[in-house]
């Protein structure tokens, strides 16, 4: 998480759920980042080798939206994604936040995990 503001948005599923106490009974995994809202977000080995991402970083700025609609239109009643719409109104344009976060998640990934053991 270097460089990363205390507070950061990343995109998360509102179908999954990773358990904080159930990756504190595994000795070897440590929480990196987490919140009340949103729950557990990265979780690495004690190491550092590995890295668990249960968020969408990944995800471009219509991403969220798309599924919502989708599954309005499946009948079903989504929840509308947070911090997201402006006023929470899927009919206005969303606001990406997490980009910048998502470019330095995955640089900082590269760098120290991938480019530091390539011989």
Known sequence: VRGFDNEFYAPHSRFQEVRAEDIKKVKELEI??????????????????????????????????????????????????????PNDDPTKKPIVRWRSHANLLFSNWLNYFVYQITP
């Open 32 to 85: 990196l980042c987490d919140s009340k809202e949103a729950g557990v977000y990265i979780v690495f080995t004690k190491g550092g080798r590995r890295i668990f991402v249960t968020g969408h970083a990944e995800y471009d700025a219509t991403t969220l939206r798309d599924e919502y609609f989708r599954d309005l239109d499946k009948g079903k009643n989504p929840i509308i994604p947070k911090h997201y719409f």
